[in-house]
């Protein structure tokens, strides 16, 4: 079975400092997607980040950027000049390009920013 | 920006009764989705939904549970008979193609 794992429960960050989550993945498809999910107290799920595993330049968005080693499995996300506002869960997740487009999810990273 | 929505953003029911909680989905897309988080956990795919028909369901989508495009901006979950371990947010998503996955905002599901 496919799997995505975060093995960092909590992270905290002093505002500005950078900040790095973990993720890793286990899967045997060969074309696939990468995601990373922002829920903060709302529980909104928020987009922050999107990898196309074909691609081997990490992707960028503004603060947001990540670290993707296909060989390892391994996807992280680091995020720069840590806000207050970036204190949330962050999701990592798997896609694919099958027809079904199932997101796959790992159990998430509360990130704590102190002032 | 167009975005996902959801109705109600709370719901409150009796164990066994129906329920039916409705998405409208971003216009142009053609893939819909259903997950759901339980307090405290990770979100967990329940179905997708493309060209009028199911294209995979997880084991937690059991008989109980049904989808529905009744137009051609809604997308329903319906859960027939709830039980209390059915509680929890309900997240409807939606891609142009198997990629990207907006999510709606989530209807919270409380069964008592």
């Known amino acids: 079975a496919q799997t995505v794992t975060q093995s960092q429960p909590e992270m905290s960050v002093q505002e500005a400092e950078t900040v790095t989550l973990s993720c890793t993945y286990d899967t045997s498809e060969s074309d696939y997607y990468l995601f990373w999910y922002k829920q903060p107290p709302s529980r909104q799920m928020i987009l922050v980040i999107r990898?196309?595993?074909?691609?081997?330049q990490n992707a960028t968005e503004n603060r947001f950027s990540v670290n993707f080693q296909k060989a390892a499995k391994s996807f992280s996300l680091k995020i720069s000049d840590s806000q207050l506002g970036d204190a949330a869960m962050y999701f990592c997740?798997?896609?694919?390009?099958?027809?079904?487009?199932?997101?796959?999810f790992g159990q998430g990273t509360t990130l704590q920013v102190k002032p | 920006e167009p975005e996902v929505t959801q109705t109600p953003s709370h719901q409150v029911t009796q164990m066994g009764q129906e329920v039916i909680l409705r998405c409208v989905p971003i216009?142009?897309?053609?893939?819909f989705y259903w997950y759901r988080q339980i307090l405290g956990q990770k979100v967990e795919f329940l179905v997708s939904f493309y060209n009028n028909e199911i294209s995979e369901k997880s084991e937690i989508f059991d008989d109980q549970f049904s989808v529905e495009r009744p137009d051609g901006s809604n997308f329903t979950l319906k859960i027939r008979s709830t039980k209390l371990e059915d509680s929890a947010m309900y997240f409807c998503?939606?891609?142009?193609?198997?990629?990207?996955?907006?999510f709606g905002p989530g209807t919270r599901l409380t069964v008592l």
């Open positions: 997740a798997e896609g694919f390009s099958s027809n079904t487009g199932k997101l796959i």
């Open positions: 216009s142009n897309h053609l893939y």
């Open positions: 998503a939606s891609s142009v193609d198997t990629d990207t996955q907006y």
């Open positions: 990898q196309e595993a074909y691609k081997q």
